[in-house]
């Protein structure tokens, strides 16, 4: 076995955890996009992810660079032909409960996400894990089903948090984790209340109380951060960005991302089912101008790749708009005067309206004629996205291998678009498996190049975040890449 990779960290290397007692309320406000299915369950459909990035930890986490960093995991060694891969856990933690973490709470945990009968979407990150195993009560080891070159990458997901041994059908409601903070109360609707954990293993946390607040509508969470009842509003239109940085009361800070926003087609219904209707919409697309209009240019244009500009693996190529290409694809296709689509977005989130607006008039030249549909904030998820034909959608940075396998593997529990190309899951196949990373990464390429020819989903621009920030709060940055400590975190009174 050779080494890969070993970081050997302690708790000191964090030092500036907060001496003393917490102190001080820090709020903030989810979109409560589940509905009556949120949940603490990090795996879940519905896991309301404000919180559960604050009371849980995962094996490895992003560094400030967005690079894998150990986090319950010291480090991590992987055999010669990539197929097994060792983790080494820290020492002395401890969950909510009390109770010592271990490596059979990561073999519990992990071996919960594989389970077929969960039926979870994070089993797609780590589907080429075939079985995982303690070696002794600080040692993980898995086993692949074929070489992954990438496996820290993908445990850095948000969702693949470890609970406790055998907690799985109480951890929806308890949140019991090993992070700073602990669920003193959980509401979905309402308020939820997080509390300092003054064991955690990084140092006790500055902040005293963390409130969770549930806010389905954009615009009235926007209102409620001027207004001064949140703390941290996330997705700030750019046109207020002269507003809050005139004001004593805000900061604002710009952070570039691999998130991003669009419009999603199903594959698998008509008109969507014919590739070149597919095609011919985001050829009639002006990504630039889209951009423009509705975030003022806060961000890099994508030709539908959902990896981020700064990936190893991003696909760098142009997409320019081509109206006459797209009305001679949809003459051929059987629509040679045009069509009409409905599309379904909501106030879930704050750009979908003037997004789909800015669509309704680049399509029409080539014939395409959009008909907005407003639903309701309440359920969206459950109710609207996968389940109507062309909605609005939406997805936070991810690694490359699983943001391709996640969002576009015929299998995989989020496939929104039912996209399901035997071509395009070979591919996916081949490159997770070669170990040569100047190969890997062209296979990567050439995988995005293809959805840009072939998938059912719209992705104009990756976005530049517009974050806004009371003046009370201290020490919260590095919100991109999901790389924010929390318990340094701290709020002025």
């Known amino acids: 076995m050779r080494y890969f990779q070993s970081v050997l960290i302690c708790a ?12 001080g309320t820090f709020r903030h406000a989810h979109e409560v996009g589940f509905g009556n299915l949120s949940s603490l369950d990090p795996i879940s459909t519905g896991r309301v992810l404000q919180i559960t990035e604050k009371i849980m930890n995962r094996l490895v986490r992003p560094g400030l660079d967005g690079k894998p960093q150990p986090d319950l995991a010291t480090g991590w060694e992987v055999s010669q032909d990539a197929t097994q891969w060792t983790f080494r856990l820290r020492d002395g933690v401890r969950f909510h409960d009390g109770s010592d973490f271990d490596a059979n ?8 996400i594989l389970d077929p009968e969960m039926d979870s979407p994070v089993r797609s990150v780590i589907n080429m894990v075939k079985k995982v195993e303690a070696l002794d009560p600080l040692t993980v080891r898995f086993t692949l089903k074929h070489g992954f070159a990438d496996l820290p990458l993908q445990l850095m997901e948000a969702r693949l948090r470890m609970i406790p041994d055998g907690s799985g059908d109480t951890i929806g409601r308890s949140g019991i984790g090993t992070g700073p903070f602990k669920v003193d109360k959980f509401d979905a609707d309402g308020i939820s209340i997080l509390s300092a954990n003054e064991d955690y293993w990084e140092g006790p946390p500055k902040l005293a109380r963390i409130e969770v607040i549930g806010i389905p509508d954009g615009q009235a969470r926007l209102t409620a951060f001027l ?6 509003e996330r997705g700030i239109n750019p046109s207020l960005r002269r507003v809050l940085q005139n004001s004593d009361r805000y900061n604002v800070q710009d952070i570039p991302t691999g998130n991003w926003i669009g419009m999603v087609f199903r594959t698998d219904v008509p008109p969507y089912d014919d590739v070149r209707v597919r095609k011919a919409i985001r050829l009639a697309v002006d990504r630039e101008d889209l951009l423009k209009l509705v975030l ?30 797209a ?12 069509l009409e689509i409905e599309v379904y977005i909501s106030t879930l989130e704050p750009t979908w309206p ?9 399509l029409a030249p080539a014939g395409i004629r959009v008909k907005i549909i407003k639903a309701a904030t309440d359920g969206y998820w459950s109710q609207i996205w996968m389940q109507k034909d062309a909605v609005g959608t939406r997805w936070g940075e991810r690694p490359a291998a699983q943001a391709l396998n996640e969002i576009f593997r015929s299998t995989a529990k989020w496939n929104e678009s039912y996209f399901n190309d035997p071509t395009f899951d070979a591919m996916l196949d081949i490159a997770s498996q070669e170990l040569d990373f100047d190969k890997r990464r062209a296979l990567y390429i050439g995988a995005q190049k293809y959805l840009f020819d072939h998938s059912g989903t719209l992705i104009p621009y990756h976005i530049t ?6 003046t009370r709060v201290q020490d ?17 009174e």
Request: some cysteine; proline content about 5%.
């Open 12 to 23: 000191l290397l964090f030092a500036g955890a907060a001496s003393g007692q917490p102190a």
């Open 105 to 112: 709470d990561v073999v519990y945990s992990i071996e919960r």
């Open 227 to 232: 207004a001064g009842q949140l703390d941290m």
């Open 296 to 325: 003022g240019g806060g961000g890099i244009v994508s030709c539908d790749t959902p990896v981020g500009p700064n990936d190893q693996y991003y696909a760098d190529f142009d997409c320019p708009q081509d109206i006459e290409q």
């Open 327 to 338: 009305r001679a694809l949809l003459a051929e296709a059987g629509y040679p005067d045009g």
């Open 354 to 362: 003037s997004m789909a607006v800015a669509l309704q008039e680049q």
């Open 465 to 470: 975040q517009l974050v806004g920030l009371s």
């Open 476 to 492: 919260l940055d590095a919100v991109k890449n999901d790389a924010v400590r929390w318990h340094l975190v701290s709020v002025t």
